[in-house]
């Protein structure tokens, strides 16, 4: 399968700084990812999809001027979590969206990023 | 409105148990796409199949098998032989390319395997 990468994995940070998690497609090229949040216990939230060279398209509820979303390459999406706060400590995942022909897509997951506001 | 519903919350076998995941799932379109996913302790998620919804023939990969019922709705997935790796979460997806790909998870089963 493709293979997604995200960095840091995890990250403590002190309440009100901003926080930019990385998520890489390594081996293919990837023109839209998703990024999601996962509180314990829970399931996927999706909070945004990314595309390349346009702007990320948000979930209801999701503020855009708190999450912001930049995919500047085929491989490269960030997320950065600006001011960050403690109720924003969550399990942040992205996926990749892997184009397959007669619409066989499939989303690949990176590892996750944990983040810890404190 | 779309939505995957997983009413088994958590799921305890013993080693060499056979056990079955439940997926139900609701759409309107005809044409949809179903995922399972594995989740184990470490966080990442796993990709385990993908099934169209115009290929109702049931898959089988190893231990894993999948029983995928347009009439009912459901996409079920049964492990055989199980074993303490297969301890996890185990989402059940659904998407569509009218939604640009969006995945609609379900709430995860949590299967814990013991020894």
């Known amino acids: 399968g493709a293979v997604v990468s995200q960095h840091p994995s995890w990250v403590i940070c002190k309440s009100g700084t901003s926080v930019k998690i990385e998520c890489r497609s390594l081996d293919f090229q990837a023109t839209t990812m998703f990024w999601y949040r996962q509180f314990p216990k829970q399931s996927l939230m999706l909070m945004a999809t990314s595309n390349e060279g346009s702007k990320a398209t948000y979930e209801q509820g999701v503020e855009k001027d708190k999450f912001l979303i930049n995919h500047a390459s085929l491989t490269l999406s960030t997320l950065t979590v600006t001011s960050a706060h403690p109720e924003d400590s969550s399990f942040y995942i992205c996926?990749?969206?892997?184009?397959?022909?007669?619409?066989?897509?499939?989303?690949?997951f990176g590892p996750g990023t944990r983040l810890t506001v404190l | 409105a779309q939505k995957v519903t997983q009413a088994q919350t958590e799921i305890s076998v013993v080693e060499k148990e056979d056990v079955t995941l439940d997926c139900v799932y609701e759409t309107r379109d005809t044409t949809y796409y179903l995922f399972w996913y594995k989740q184990p302790p470490s966080g990442e998620l796993v990709f385990l199949i993908r099934?169209?919804?115009?290929?109702?023939q049931n898959e089988i990969s190893g231990r894993y098998s999948w029983n995928f019922q347009k009439s009912t709705s459901s996409f079920n997935f049964t492990i055989t032989a199980s074993q303490v790796v297969d301890s996890a979460v185990y989402f059940c997806?659904?998407?569509?390319?009218?939604?640009?790909?969006?995945?609609?998870f379900g709430q995860g089963t949590e299967l814990s395997v013991k020894p």
């Open positions: 997806a659904l998407s569509n390319n009218n939604q640009g790909g969006k995945l609609i």
């Open positions: 099934r169209n919804s115009f290929d109702e």
């Open positions: 996926s990749a969206r892997v184009r397959g022909a007669g619409f066989t897509d499939t989303q690949y």
